[in-house]
T-cell receptor, first 114, second 113 residues
Framework: DTAVSQTPKYLVTQMGNDKSIKCEQN?????MYWYKQDSKKFLKIMFS???????INETVPNRFSPKSPDKAHLNLHINSLELGDSAVYFC?????????????FGSGTRLTVV | KQEVTQIPAALSVPEGENLVLNCSFT??????LQWFRQDPGKGLTSLLL?????REQTSGRLNASLDKSSGRSTLYIAASQPGDSATYLC????????????FGGGTRVLVKP
């Protein structure tokens, strides 16, 4: 009955590899997000999809590509991984314009690039 | 561009003392403000959500106030316990910019037994 679930929880990979992180929400929210938490623990938005449409695309290298097959899923694919990509990636969901509009976060994916 | 600031960055108190965590934001055109708790190595747990039309929200020992016109929110935790030790994050949901959630840097709280 997990509200926002993301897999895997941990990901250790070598530089240059391509990897994907999956996210699913069962809250019926219309909008999903990817956030990155860096080593200083600051959370910053990367992408946002509303009903499968990309609505936020912050300054993120184009090696990162989100994919939303439906409004309950938002996956993150990363090509040619670099050391600086090591971070914790959080998926979240909310209703964009309908109240209450609070965010629910997944438990995070800790990515380590070696 | 919305900026969210949390003061202090870290706080250490003896058990039983009340906690006061401050959050300020630069753009008052917000939908809501949300307080989260994050334990080391864990995800974010939502504590309180205050809509822009509300002045405060309460849940158990937690009370959060919102003064939208001055761009401030305060989280009060009464009678702190060691289990309250965590990082507390304030975030605002902007009306502009795709309704994204902008986070403050967090306040790291340690409650000593």
């Amino acid at each position: 009955d997990t509200a926002v679930s993301q897999t895997p929880k941990y990901l250790v990979t070598q530089m240059g590899n391509d990897k994907s992180i999956k996210c699913e929400q069962n809250l019926g929210h219309d909008t999903m997000y990817w956030y990155k938490q860096d080593s200083k623990k600051f959370l910053k938005i990367m992408f946002s999809y509303n009903n499968k449409e990309l609505i936020i695309n912050e300054t993120v290298p184009n090696r990162f590509s989100p994919k939303s097959p439906d409004k309950a899923h938002l996956n993150l694919h990363i090509n040619s991984l670099e050391l600086g990509d090591s971070a914790v990636y959080f998926c979240a969901s909310s209703n964009r314009d309908r109240a209450p509009g609070g965010y629910t976060f997944g438990s995070g994916t800790r990515l380590t690039v070696v | 561009k919305q900026e969210v600031t949390q003061i202090p960055a870290a706080l250490s108190v003896p058990e039983g003392e009340n906690l006061v965590l401050n959050c300020s934001f630069t753009d008052s055109a917000i939908y809501n403000l949300q307080w989260f708790r994050q334990d080391p190595g864990k995800g974010l747990t939502s504590l309180l959500l205050i809509q822009s039309s509300q002045r405060e929200q309460t849940s158990g020992r937690l009370n959060a106030s919102l003064d939208k016109s001055s761009g401030r929110s305060t989280l009060y935790i009464a009678a702190s316990q060691p289990g309250d030790s965590a990082t507390y994050l304030c975030a605002v949901k902007d009306k502009a910019a795709g309704n994204k959630l902008t986070f403050g840097g967090g306040t790291r709280v340690l409650v000593k037994p």
